[in-house]
């Protein structure tokens, strides 16, 4: 058994674990950096990077079948799915061997292959070969898939996506349970590549989406792809020789058992936090196993013991991942010098086609924060001048201001490049913007940010700070 002395071990060298490792790196030398699987992230292995990668090839085949709207007829479109997971796998890779080859470049004494878990709140075992005293420690063990148990019968035909990724072809046929973030975006890239897909979803959720309108027309306009029920009832789950076959009550057809090649797994992620004797740790734990933190500090209660990235359970999204990485490993770094940073205005984005973006304040929290209402503006981009030229003239914009102080807050969105609104709005948010101050920012013609303009125009009215829109604006140009 090797014992190892340090000031700050790190539980993770995923995004977070890096973050907080550079950064803790800047205040002390003595440091361990402990991972259980391989290096490459989450992010580049199996989450962000390939999933984005499959609905690159899915949206280039889409296009070419839609680009008839245009006069221009490609020939008959066809995917080899070899071909497209060579690609995702090829790019993936590339992508990993980035992280790694960062990796490397971390000392040898500063880093452990193994799984850690507590034995006392400053020493962690690392697999059955080492133990690591610390004086500070970083929990940054990211998250996993949750597997309901209903699905566990499909056995070998249950993907995750540690596994889809992995196929050597394109399956025929997937059922996908979880109309989430994943859900949608995997399964809306499978049904464009030519798979038979049908996404089961639960309570009516659609990609976390708030707004019921937004939630509705998102449900409606998927369904035009792709058969989604957000609130499915499925009775049975059962494998199948080479496949399985799923019971549910079909919206129009009643109940039916359905054969598919594949189940995909897409019902959320729990931390890793249960696995790692959290309880030897000292650390007040809640119901969930759980230990109170915050958001701001990334520490745990008042202790030595900070908490970064999924395993939070916070805001399970990259960016955040490593912003917490980084706060927890300046304060691990400077302990018992622990300083509040500063967290980024929300923002969320979903790529499926059209896109969500989710920015500032979500709906509880605004309904919370003003409970005399809050103003709401919305514009559609179905006659949206440049959404039209594009032929991408789907979706909606809503955006949330606050009666008095004419603040804006937030908004949800379906629509064409809400990767690119989404940030403009969350820029808005963390600059603390009045509605009436983002309409003096210039517009461009004819752009999709028009209709973001349009639906300020709407909110700034409705916040009783501007003028009603009668007709479209015909100064700013047609159909912006
Ligand atoms: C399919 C998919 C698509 C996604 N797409 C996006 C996206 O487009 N945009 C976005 O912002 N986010 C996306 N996410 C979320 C994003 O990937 C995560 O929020 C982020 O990767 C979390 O980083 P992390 O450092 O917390 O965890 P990880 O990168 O998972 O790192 C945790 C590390 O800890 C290790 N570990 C676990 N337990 C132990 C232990 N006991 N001892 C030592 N090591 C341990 C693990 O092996 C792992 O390497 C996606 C996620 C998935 C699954
Ligand atoms: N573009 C992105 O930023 C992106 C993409 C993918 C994943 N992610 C991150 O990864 C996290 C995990 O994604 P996710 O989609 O797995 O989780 P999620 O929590 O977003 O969605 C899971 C969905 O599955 C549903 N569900 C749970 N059990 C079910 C069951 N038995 N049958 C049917 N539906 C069921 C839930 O109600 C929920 O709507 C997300 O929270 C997100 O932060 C982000």
Same mark, same amino acid.
């Given at each position: 058994?090797?014992?190892?002395?340090?000031?700050?071990?790190? !539980? $993770?060298?995923?995004? *977070?674990? !890096?973050?907080?490792?550079?950064?803790?790196?800047?205040?002390?030398?003595?440091?361990?950096?402990?991972?259980?699987?391989?290096? $490459? @992230?989450?992010?580049?292995?199996?989450?962000?990077?390939?999933?984005?990668?499959?609905?690159?090839? &899915?949206?280039?085949?889409?296009?070419?079948?839609?680009?008839?709207?245009?006069?221009?007829?490609?020939?008959?479109?066809?995917?080899?799915?070899?071909?497209?997971?060579?690609?995702?796998?090829?790019?993936?890779?590339?992508?990993?061997?980035?992280?790694?080859?960062?990796?490397?470049?971390?000392?040898?004494?500063?880093?452990?292959?193994?799984?850690?878990?507590?034995?006392?709140?400053?020493?962690?075992?690392?697999?059955?070969?080492? =133990?690591?005293?610390?004086?500070?420690?970083?929990?940054? @063990?990211?998250?996993?898939?949750?597997?309901?148990?209903?699905?566990?019968?499909?056995?070998?035909?249950?993907?995750?996506?540690?596994? /889809?990724?992995?196929?050597?072809?394109?399956?025929?046929?997937?059922?996908?349970?979880? *109309?989430?973030?994943?859900?949608?975006?995997?399964?809306?890239?499978?049904?464009?590549?030519?798979?038979?897909?049908?996404?089961? #979803?639960?309570?009516?959720? =659609?990609?976390?989406?708030?707004?019921?309108?937004?939630?509705?027309?998102?449900?409606?306009?998927?369904?035009?792809?792709?058969?989604?029920?957000?609130? &499915?009832? =499925?009775?049975?789950?059962?494998? &199948?020789?080479?496949? =399985?076959?799923?019971?549910?009550?079909?919206?129009?057809?009643?109940? /039916?058992?359905?054969?598919?090649?594949?189940?995909?797994?897409?019902?959320?992620?729990?931390?890793?936090?249960?696995?790692?004797?959290?309880?030897?740790?000292?650390?007040?734990?809640?119901?969930?196993?759980?230990?109170?933190?915050?958001?701001?500090?990334?520490?745990?209660?008042?202790?030595?013991?900070?908490?970064?990235?999924?395993?939070? *359970?916070?805001?399970?999204?990259?960016?955040?991942?490593?912003?917490?990485?980084?706060? *927890?490993?300046?304060?691990? +770094?400077?302990?018992?010098?622990?300083?509040?940073?500063?967290?980024?205005?929300?923002?969320?984005?979903?790529?499926?086609?059209?896109?969500?973006?989710?920015?500032?304040?979500? !709906?509880?929290?605004?309904?919370?924060?003003?409970?005399?209402?809050?103003?709401? #503006?919305?514009?559609?981009?179905?006659?949206?001048?440049?959404?039209?030229?594009?032929?991408?003239?789907?979706?909606?914009?809503?955006?949330?201001?606050?009666?008095?102080?004419?603040?804006?807050? +937030?908004?949800?969105?379906?629509?064409?490049?809400?990767?690119?609104?989404?940030?403009?709005?969350?820029? &808005?948010?963390?600059?603390?913007?009045?509605? @009436?101050?983002?309409?003096?920012?210039?517009?461009?013609?004819?752009?999709?940010?028009? $209709?973001?303009? @349009?639906? !300020?125009?709407?909110?700034?009215?409705?916040?009783?700070?501007?003028?009603?829109?009668?007709?479209?604006?015909?100064?700013?140009?047609?159909?912006?």
């Amino acid at each position: 058994m090797q014992e190892f002395n340090v000031d700050v071990a790190i !539980l $993770g060298a995923g995004t *977070a674990g !890096l973050g907080a490792y550079h950064q803790a790196s800047k205040t002390t030398d003595s440091l361990m950096l402990i991972e259980s699987g391989p290096y $490459g @992230t989450t992010c580049a292995r199996v989450g962000c990077m390939p999933s984005k990668l499959l609905i690159a090839a &899915a949206d280039a085949a889409h296009e070419a079948r839609h680009a008839k709207m245009f006069g221009v007829h490609a020939a008959d479109v066809t995917v080899d799915g070899r071909e497209v997971l060579d690609r995702v796998r090829r790019e993936r890779d590339r992508f990993v061997s980035f992280v790694v080859n960062s990796v490397k470049h971390i000392p040898d004494n500063q880093r452990l292959k193994g799984q850690a878990r507590f034995l006392g709140p400053n020493s962690l075992r690392v697999d059955g070969h080492s =133990v690591v005293h610390a004086q500070r420690i970083v929990i940054a @063990t990211g998250s996993r898939s949750y597997i309901p148990e209903m699905l566990l019968p499909a056995a070998d035909r249950l993907l995750v996506n540690e596994t /889809l990724f992995e196929l050597p072809q394109l399956p025929r046929s997937v059922a996908v349970f979880g *109309a989430g973030a994943i859900g949608l975006e995997l399964g809306q890239a499978l049904s464009r590549l030519g798979v038979d897909v049908k996404v089961f #979803g639960r309570s009516g959720a =659609v990609a976390g989406i708030a707004d019921d309108e937004i939630r509705v027309l998102a449900g409606q306009l998927f369904n035009e792809e792709f058969y989604l029920d957000p609130d &499915a009832a =499925v009775s049975a789950v059962v494998h &199948a020789g080479t496949g =399985v076959e799923v019971t549910y009550v079909h919206r129009s057809r009643g109940e /039916l058992t359905e054969r598919f090649d594949y189940i995909l797994a897409a019902t959320g992620r729990r931390p890793n936090i249960d696995d790692i004797d959290l309880e030897k740790s000292g650390l007040t734990l809640d119901k969930r196993g759980m230990p109170d933190h915050d958001s701001q500090t990334m520490q745990c209660g008042n202790s030595h013991i900070f908490l970064a990235g999924d395993a939070s *359970a916070e805001i399970p999204l990259l960016h955040e991942a490593s912003d917490e990485g980084h706060i *927890a490993g300046i304060n691990a +770094g400077r302990y018992p010098d622990v300083q509040p940073e500063r967290r980024r205005a929300p923002l969320a984005i979903v790529f499926t086609s059209p896109q969500i973006a989710t920015v500032g304040l979500g !709906l509880d929290q605004i309904k919370a924060r003003c409970p005399q209402g809050y103003g709401v #503006g919305s514009v559609s981009f179905e006659n949206q001048g440049r959404s039209r030229v594009l032929g991408k003239n789907k979706g909606e914009l809503r955006v949330y201001g606050e009666y008095g102080t004419d603040l804006f807050l +937030g908004a949800e969105m379906f629509g064409p490049a809400a990767e690119h609104v989404g940030h403009l709005l969350a820029w &808005a948010v963390q600059s603390r913007m009045t509605v @009436t101050r983002m309409l003096e920012m210039p517009f461009y013609h004819p752009v999709i940010e028009e $209709g973001v303009r @349009t639906a !300020l125009r709407d909110l700034n009215h409705n916040l009783d700070e501007g003028p009603e829109i009668t007709d479209s604006c015909m100064e700013c140009g047609p159909g912006a």
